[in-house]
């Protein structure tokens, strides 16, 4: 008999530590898919042995991942996995485009486009 998949967690069931490490999550917890809430929780659980710099890191990227519409996190989670089938070779060749269109003044950005979506996988 298979199993029912289980449900995330609900922000009342977290930890109070949990609860603060993902605090910039807390007004979207309940629109967050359950295996995406159990991987929040999974990072929450690290949270503590991290070095202080992961930790802001992580504090900054949770902050700036609430701040973005669902269209946007779709977009992201898309780019992520395009990245990661692109052989390990080819990346850091992604990293150096990625940081000099960075480097660009903000008024040069606006009138160049960003570095060319990544390379489809080689087959």
Do not use: C, F
């Not at 992520?80 to 150096?96: A, E, H, M, N, T």
């Amino acid at each position: 008999m298979a199993q029912a998949p289980k449900k995330g967690p609900a922000w009342a069931e977290l930890s109070a530590d949990h609860q603060q490490v993902l605090a910039p999550l807390k007004n979207d917890w309940g629109q967050i898919a359950p295996d995406r809430r159990r991987n929040w929780v999974a990072l929450a659980k690290r949270y503590p042995s991290m070095k202080p710099e992961e930790q802001q890191r992580m504090q900054r990227r949770m902050e700036r991942w609430a701040k973005l519409t669902p269209e946007q996190r779709k977009q992201a989670r898309e780019n992520y996995l395009r990245i990661s089938k692109v052989p390990p070779d080819k990346r850091g060749d992604l990293k150096q485009h990625w940081s000099e269109y960075q480097s660009l003044p903000p008024h040069e950005r606006q009138n160049t486009p960003p570095p060319k979506k990544t390379p489809a996988p080689a087959k």
